[in-house]
């Protein structure tokens, strides 16, 4: 069994569970948006949050697997307010229209939570826009998926008098597994380079980083704009999930039976994001890192400001419609 620390600042510990650091909160006000919401952490992270009383509406690729999810959360909360939308941040035209359709729905967001992910696959594939599909997925989805929505969030923070929350899923991999130079601007679309990594595993801690640097970003901007939001990154911690079977193959297989034993259980692993997204105690913070319900030092790479707005702009660019 994983062996965990004692009590941070925070009061809380890796041992807490997503429901314990959200416990008496009332969430009733609130409207987040959860992608990755029909399994492991992202499932957690909507139970728990409708739960409080949020209306959540799950950003999902599959409708079905996130109607079923919505049927299994009412049968034990009847009362919560769910909502399953279709997105898959492997498209951007998809990622376009999720956030058209939201924003003509006419809900506020209070809480915008970029969980979904993949890991790396063995072989260098591509996403629907030709971009490096890691890379594409684990950020560029992310990032334009939140642009979109910017609008709303500020105006509903402004109508609310409330503050905004914005929680990008990062890992401690944006640590140890990328290059000297952070980001490798002019090799994303590498196909040698990717391969001659360990199943992508650069690819992975750069699309990590960049998770980190996009949130130092974006609270940046917000403080220079003087707007109510937040922004900020987090490790949720080595989780028993079945992200490991994404790719299938026997090492995946003994992974995941390795994992229940030693990792992080579900209800623990959704913990930090549930606590930045709700908690009363991180009001105010913005353009920080955490894991096990903490504020804690990311890379130093992760804190170059000239690195994150290069990475904006190369953003930008590569989700500019034309």
Not at 60 to 84: M, S
Not at 144 to 173: P, V
Not at 191 to 216: D, I, M, P, R, W
Request: charged letters at 20%; proline letters at 2%.
């Amino acid at each position: 069994m994983w062996r965990f620390g004692g009590k941070g600042e925070s009061g809380f510990s890796a041992g807490n569970t997503a429901e314990q650091v959200t416990e008496g909160i009332d969430g009733t006000s609130l409207t987040a948006i959860v992608t990755g919401a029909t399994n492991g952490i992202g499932k957690e992270t909507a139970r728990v949050l409708a739960l409080q009383g949020v209306h959540v509406v799950m950003g999902v690729r599959n409708v079905t697997a996130g109607g079923k999810v919505k049927e299994e959360f009412l049968e034990k909360i009847p009362n919560a307010r769910i909502d399953v939308m279709e997105i898959d941040l492997n498209s951007m035209d998809s990622v376009r229209k999720f956030a058209s359709e939201y924003v003509s729905s006419c809900l506020p967001l209070n809480i915008l939570i970029n969980n979904a992910g993949i890991l790396p696959a063995a072989k260098f594939t591509l996403s629907k826009d030709n971009i490096e599909q890691v890379f594409a997925v684990n950020h560029l989805g992310q990032f334009l998926l939140t642009n979109l929505l910017l609008e709303t969030m500020k105006n509903t923070a402004n109508e609310s008098q409330k503050e905004g929350r914005i929680i990008n899923i990062a890992s401690d991999l944006h640590r140890k597994a990328v290059h000297k130079e952070g980001i490798r601007f002019d090799k994303i679309n590498d196909e040698k380079s990717y391969s001659s990594s360990t199943f992508g595993v650069s690819a992975y801690g750069q699309s990590k980083l960049c998770n980190v640097l996009h949130t130092n970003e974006l609270a940046r901007r917000f403080k220079e704009e003087g707007v109510n939001i937040t922004a900020n990154s987090l490790h949720p911690g080595l989780i028993a999930t079945n992200l490991f079977t994404s790719n299938g193959g026997a090492t995946n297989w003994i992974m995941n039976k390795i994992a229940v034993h030693v990792l992080k259980n579900i209800q623990q692993g959704a913990s930090t994001t549930c606590y930045l997204a709700l908690n009363p105690k991180v009001e105010g913070v913005s353009g920080a890192y955490f894991t096990d319900n903490n504020k804690v030092e990311p890379s130093k790479l992760a804190m170059d400001s000239d690195l994150a707005k290069k990475l904006w702009d190369y953003s930008l660019n590569l989700t500019d419609p034309k």
